[in-house]
């Protein structure tokens, strides 16, 4: 049961700051509070826990232009801010997590704003059938996390020259650049402002909940804590990870997201594998890779792992039910 709410946003814009107060925020929220967590990040390309950020950015044009590669610990896919962009976080122990209920503040702000939204798909909230918002979610033992965007007057232009959004993912949505996909919201409430959105979701924020919220201060955190924590989130380990000289490789991209699996085989096994993925789920990529290691390199022994694999994340996660077989049909194609 939720007894108290709390709120609390940063002036830093630095993403690996930003990620390490929202995991201390996560691992250390006091019990039976939801934190609301309100933050910008300036020039910076967000990718998923799973992605490849090669295959996701323009790694090379973005840095030259001053901008940061940044990894969240979620699932999903990349997304771009900039400081017409905000970011807010929803963090609460499992019991009391609920997406719908989070998803009716973020509704509720916009609303305040004059404008009438709809929650699209799985992670999107959208206005005349164009994205402004995405969301991801994270587990941390019993504690979760639900994090998004809201586009207020993001620069579009940016969003395209450093994304790379494959065709089939665009083709998947019906339409033909990530441009045309998503808008600002100040298109629909011109003159609105960062600040002003920050005023609507902490109004929203109680009256779903219907509490008064209590702002927390950036400086009651643990510094030392947080830089650490923001070291590991700005390391090239947990940036880029690793590279495996892989024989082959297999992808494809389903209702659920796309998957890309790379495989090194030595003598009949599998000796490395990588898995890259945009699915929600953010335990699938870890699941699959440690199942299909060390697996010989048989249709029948691939096509188990990975199926069982699939299982065990869904007794975690409410997984699409199409997922399973999915994956069974791509192991087949493996040795196709």
Known sequence: MIDR?????TENTEPYKNLAMEEYLTLHGPKGACILYLWQNR????????QNCWKECRVEALEKDGGFLARRPSGGGAVFHDLGNLNFSFIADREDYRVDRQMDVILEAVRL???QAEKTGRNDIAVDGKKFSGNAFNRMGGRCCHHGTLMIHADREAMSRYLCVSQDKLASKGVSSVKSRVTNLDAYCPGLTVERMKEYLVSAFEHVYGQRAEQMREESLPGEEIAALRERFASWEWKY???IPFSQEI???YSWGGIQIQLAVNEGRIAQVQVFSDAMEQELAPAL????????????ELEARAAEAVRAVGEETAIPQQMEEDIRQLMQSALS
């Open 241 to 243: 990870g690793r590279r």
């Open 5 to 9: 709410l709390l709120w609390i946003e």
């Open 289 to 300: 890779e440690k199942a299909l290691k060390g697996c010989p390199y048989r249709t029948s």
């Open 113 to 115: 704003a004059g404008i």
């Open 251 to 253: 992808s494809r991209r």
């Open 43 to 50: 020039h910076t390309v967000v990718i998923g826990k799973n």
